[in-house]
């Protein structure tokens, strides 16, 4: 498919996208994914979680803020979402930086995430490699971490997705660098964490995970240009980026800039 | 009273809504509170939501993402209010699609809940009806559903209201629809869940249920129409309700359109 | 130092500032931190909680929604702070108004919180004093908490900062108000609770606690009253401060109105 076919798709099937996320995103990321077409839902709950993760169309794991009783959700969402065949999401937030969250994000990379999002200290951090990342900023470059990121994607079947100046995205034999001004998502909180949920979306509806994840780059990085050029600050970028991304065009995915990715 | 004057009320003696309520939407429901006169408190601590119940104006428990130790501390407010005599709102979110919280909703309505509300597929769920809903989207009309709110407002002594392209409310013997544009509300998450937290609102103000609810469903549909005429996207659409909700006089609930609702 | 080169610091080292804080508020907090400068961070799990806050620049425990979870990574994270000697700050939301919190807000007082913000019936409250307050509304006026503001910085070590028309800072020796138009503040949710969150990265940046409060509530207070001429409802009035918090120029708190506060 092309990326506006995939793009056209999502907007047409509207994926069902459960999201177990950190509670500092949780309002931005329902509202993303509204945005862009597809229907959020959330539950942290043991007992919910599993069968749930079997009726939805993409699961979003994102491991910014924990709690005991989440971790034990996302376990039974990850089960339920391998034994139904539906793709999920890992984000690794400030994975490196936070012991629990790190022991979790390496035992869960054993079921084999269809696709990890994260910036390059937390990949990195993921592969096993060190970083120098303090939570979620990160401070090594997008192509100091391809390098993990190929090795993950080989090593668990999954796309890797690196978001920096530009986003690289990897899998076992492809990789391509998305170009896009971004910028303005580095000032409001939920621009990566967001990211991973559209992902997620775009995965039920592409056959080629790779694919996927270039086309809900391209949405989000072109809707977060034209939001930057009509806003003044932090504030009014959010409020643009949540209009752009509703009035997109699925046809403006053409005019991606993408660039093949070398290894560092 | 007329709906102006349960409005004035409202806004004069800003009743304290202790709200509790999904991660996702918990700053927009207190925003809204806040933007339309009231004062929003939230605590999910068993041990202090009993206490809190009592001498809150009202209790909103809305079951978006509940955890364990958060469907304790509503068994408690419930509990609470009613030795109380203070209201209480049951928000039934995707109750049908979930299993936990369908449990818990149809424990809970033994209670006596002052007021139901919830989209068409959680009321036709939350009476055993079966429902083509799949968490937090209505999938089913609202005429569907007023024979189900007709049998849990006759069952349980509760206003029920359902919320759709025009909202229903419902009493053992009234029936009214609200008329209002209020299609932005579906491209923002928490458009449903807030309104809840106005209807516990207006339910401290007024000795009617049915006429409380009747103005919360009024003031947020006409804010809701007024902010759709000024934006240009789910993100300022959302900036530009919570202007509306604030700016708005109670006199402009004469203009509301009311119609009979008929049974399905 | 000057509050501008203060604040000027600030931006220079983008202090990390971790914040255990409510539901209501994590996106609100983590907007207001990015726009003014600093990164934020949060995580509520015993385990990380307690490393997190010895590697963070300040440490942010906000009493709005703890849950038992919450409440043993707050223990864990103000030990932490001490031993490494992080600074933090204590926000006893509606202290007095609720018992769990009451209870923990007074045991970890021994703990000497380097800051504690709040409005004046929660510093009432915590002094011990009777207040009116009912839950997050101050009903009593900041003068009349001077004096317990100031017994709890000369027992505890720490400085008070009492939100209100005028803000007050009081260490053991010194008092000022600080004057703003924040009005707007009070119309949207998580105004107090962000401040507390700028006061905590303002303390990492400067050696003198009660310096950093008034460089903390002067950005904050520029901020709003910038905000305030510009919008026209608490939905613009949110989007406006954040993008006037991230214009702000530090050179602007040489205008800031201090006047020295009397006790009452």
Redesign the interface.
Known sequence: MTLTSVAQKYRQQSP?VFCLT???????T??VL??SGA???????P??AG??AS?ASAVLVNL??????QLRAMDEAIHGANEAGTPWVLDPV?VG?????TDFARKILAQRPTLIRGNASEILALSGRSSTG????AKDTVQAAIEAGRELATDYGSVVAISGAADAIIDATRSVLVHSNGIGLT????GGCSLGAICAGMLAVSEDPFEAAIAAHGMYGLAAEKALAI??????F??????????MDPEELQNLRLEEANNA
Chains 1, 2, 3 share one sequence.
């Open positions: 069902l950190n509670t500092v995103v949780t309002n931005f329902a509202n509204l945005a229907a959020p839902a959330m539950t942290n709950l007992g919910e069968p749930f009726v910014g803020t924990p709690s005991t009783e400030a930086a936070l012991p629990v969250r303090r939570g979620v900023d000032g409001i909180t939920g806003s003044r600050g932090p504030g009014s959010a409020m643009a980026f949540l209009d752009e991304l509703s009035a």
